[in-house]
């Protein structure tokens, strides 16, 4: 699950080297890295501009509650619901991306949809902090499968440290932790 060159998001969410960002694009990224675009105050800036901060706004975008409403009518029993709530998402002019079902997401079965509510949760959400709550109560809620898996591999692992995982460098370090 991953986001794709062809998805906008990519572009709206990352900055990679030689992209400019900033209040009037004075700012650009020279290192061989990437960074993350931050949301702006709303009441406070430009909807839709950008500017380094320090601090992350927290706040719940309307994907967000689709993306919810998504698995509810999923867990209902109501699938068309639950595609024509992810569609939403996918059909806004800033992403244009095509209707699930896809070819890489079929959405004939509750898992299906699942995975298809999974990634876009992915890509949608991707910077915003959100991604360790929706793995943490998925996990809590058996919505892993064979379909589904876990994504962190070092928690499929070891499940007794889902909740707080601590480093392997860590724990290797110490004669006390048992693994």
Sequence with gaps: MVMTKDDPRLAETVIFE????GPEDE???TESAFGWYKYSPMYK????????????????????VLIKLAECENEVGTPEDAIDYLNEIRNRPSVDMP????S???CDSKDEIYRAIM??????????????????RW???????????????YIANNPNKAI????????NNNSKIND
Excluded at 119 to 136: D, G, K, P, T
Excluded at 139 to 153: D, V
Excluded at 164 to 171: D, F
């Design 18 to 21: 030689g992209d400019t960002y």
């Design 27 to 29: 700012f650009t990224l």
């Design 45 to 64: 800036l430009n909807p839709g501009g950008y500017y380094i901060s320090k601090i992350n706004y927290r706040n719940m975008r309307y994907a967000e």
């Design 99 to 102: 209707d699930y079902p896809t």
């Design 104 to 106: 890489n997401y079929p």
């Design 119 to 136: 990634h876009e949760s992915l890509v949608e959400f991707s910077n915003e902090l959100l991604r360790s709550v929706e793995l943490a």
């Design 139 to 153: 996990r809590k809620n058996g919505k892993f499968s064979a379909l589904n898996p876990e994504p962190i591999e």
């Design 164 to 171: 707080l995982p601590i480093p392997s460098n860590e724990t």
